[in-house]
Structure formats: C-alpha cells, structure tokens
C-alpha cells in the first residue's frame, strides 16, 4: 500500500523566518511528487517533481526530490503571514493517475 | 488556465434527503476526476476515482450505493449523496486531472455539506 508520511504536522514561526517541511515516501510505480497549498478551501497547485535533484523554484517557495531515500522538502524563505495554511504532499503512481496525499504540515506564520 | 468549479458551494439538507454536487473543468478536459472528503484539521480522504463513459473506482470503505458518481462527459463529474445522514456532514472536494500521463490535479473549492 502506498503511504506518504509528513513531518513535522504542525509548525509555527515567526515572519521573516525559514521553514522546511518534509515528505516521505513509499510508493509502487512512481511517477511524480506534489506540493499544494491549502489555506480556507481547496488544494492549489504548487510543484510537480519527477526527477531527483532538479529544484523547483516560484517566488520564495522551492522543492527538491531525492528518489534514492525516497523524500522531497518544500522550502519557504522569508515567510509571510499569507503562507500560514495547510501543505499537503501527494505521490502518483502510473496506475489509474490517482495520487496518495500525506496527513499535511500545519504552518502557522505570526506577524 | 486549469479552473475546476463546484456547486453548490454549501448546502443544508434533511436527513434523508438526496444531494447532488457538480464539478466542472472549465478550460480543459479531464478524462479522470476524484472526489475526496475532507474532515476538520484531517487531510483528503479519496472517495472515488472517476472515469469518463465509465463506472467509478471506489476506495475501500466508501459505499458506492450511497455516493454515486456519474462522470457523464470530460468536463463534469457529479457526485450524488443518497439519504444523506448527519455523519455525511463534510468538506467534499473534487478534483480533475488533465491527462493520463499525469498526476497533477486541480481541486475545485469544495462543497460544505451539512445534513440536519
């Protein structure tokens, strides 16, 4: 069974500080590696990572995946209130696209 | 790009009573959507997977006479919540993805279900 596991679950800092939330992962027919963005609603879209040690960079966000240990860390620099919201890492396999979504990291940014 | 709608956006209903829940992709097809529920301060549960002109792969645990899904063309999924219970007030989320050959998904905003 597919399983992707989230650390920490919750974490609150202050702005301006750095954060690194962390996604592990076991999966059959890996195929990629995603980061969204929950705040009041629905998930947004964050990155895709398929390929081990390329970094995926928008604004003060980035991502890495290492496909060897089987994780991938979101980077958020100079945080903001507005990124205080929910993070939630999935994992796709080739079978029927479906994707295994981890329990999430709470980050709550303080002004 | 990659816009999914839902509607309602909220609904209250009687117990016992039949709600339906439309998702739209706006600007693209979706030959594949997922219908997930989501509980407070919990992560997405996936409920189905939906496939267009074809029957719903249900997760384990979901009752497939209960939540029907009917995914009639590549722009709209619904999902139909039949004599709906208390225990059925929930976030349900959808989401539609463009292609086989990826797993991106775009959520649509959710629909807040609350069964009196």
């Known amino acids: 069974e597919d399983k992707v596991v989230q650390s920490p679950l919750s974490l609150v800092v202050h702005e301006g500080d750095t954060v690194t939330l962390n996604c592990s992962y076991e999966?059959?027919?890996?195929?990629?590696l995603l980061w969204y963005k929950q705040e009041k609603k629905a998930p947004t879209f964050l990155f895709m990572l398929?390929?081990?040690?390329i970094e995926k960079k928008s604004g003060r966000l980035s991502s890495i995946l290492d496909k060897k240990e089987l994780f991938s860390i979101l980077n958020i620099t100079a945080t903001q209130t507005g990124d205080s919201a929910i993070y939630l890492c999935a994992v796709g396999n080739t079978n029927a696209g479906k994707s295994t979504f981890g329990d999430g990291t709470t980050l709550t940014v303080k002004p | 790009g990659a816009v999914v709608s839902q509607h309602p956006s909220r609904v209250i209903c009687k117990s016992g009573t039949s709600v339906k829940i439309e998702c739209r992709s706006l600007?693209?097809?979706?030959?594949?959507m997922f219908w997930y529920r989501q509980f407070p301060k919990q992560s997405l549960m996936l409920m189905a997977t939906?496939?267009?002109?074809?029957?719903?792969?249900?997760e384990q645990g979901v009752e497939k006479d209960k939540f029907l899904i009917n995914h009639a063309s590549l722009t709209l999924s619904t999902l139909t919540v039949t004599s709906a219970h208390p225990e059925d007030s929930s976030f349900y989320i959808c989401?539609?993805?463009?292609?086989?050959?990826?797993?991106?998904?775009?959520f649509g905003p959710g629909t807040r279900l609350t069964v009196l």
């Open positions: 939906s496939n267009e002109g074809s029957k719903a792969t249900y």
């Open positions: 398929t390929s081990s040690g």
């Open positions: 989401s539609a993805q463009p292609g086989e050959a990826t797993n991106t998904q775009y």
């Open positions: 999966v059959t027919n890996f195929r990629s």
């Open positions: 600007d693209f097809q979706a030959t594949t």
